[in-house]
């Protein structure tokens, strides 16, 4: 059973930065992509950004320009780093890998406060 762990959330100024990692049980080259999700209160859960297993990304065009999704392949982890944020990005953050199967993490918390 694959296991995606979030973590890095937590409450910041709008303006400020946090990053967020996923951590997989398993190697991330077995998932064609790795992506980041949220859900705002009241809120369908929209996508925010994805990478490829050859690193191509892409973001959501609320986010671009100010979020960047990367991976490190030897620590089996993804990122999320958001600067410039804003108080429309407070949500939970998911992570969310892909294959044959489709995994979830647990979530983590953001709060951007104004």
Known sequence: QVQLVESGGGLV?????LRLSCAA???????????????????QREFVATITSRGVTNYADSVKGRFTISRDNAKNTVYLQMNSLKPEDTAVYYCNANNFFTYWGQGTQVTVSS
Not at 13 to 17: C, D, K, V, Y
Not at 33 to 40: G, K, L, N, V
Request: aromatic share 16%.
């Open 13 to 17: 100024q709008a303006g400020g930065s």
């Open 25 to 43: 049980s398993e190697n991330i080259f077995s998932f064609n992509s790795m992506r980041w999700y949220r859900q705002a209160p009241g809120k």
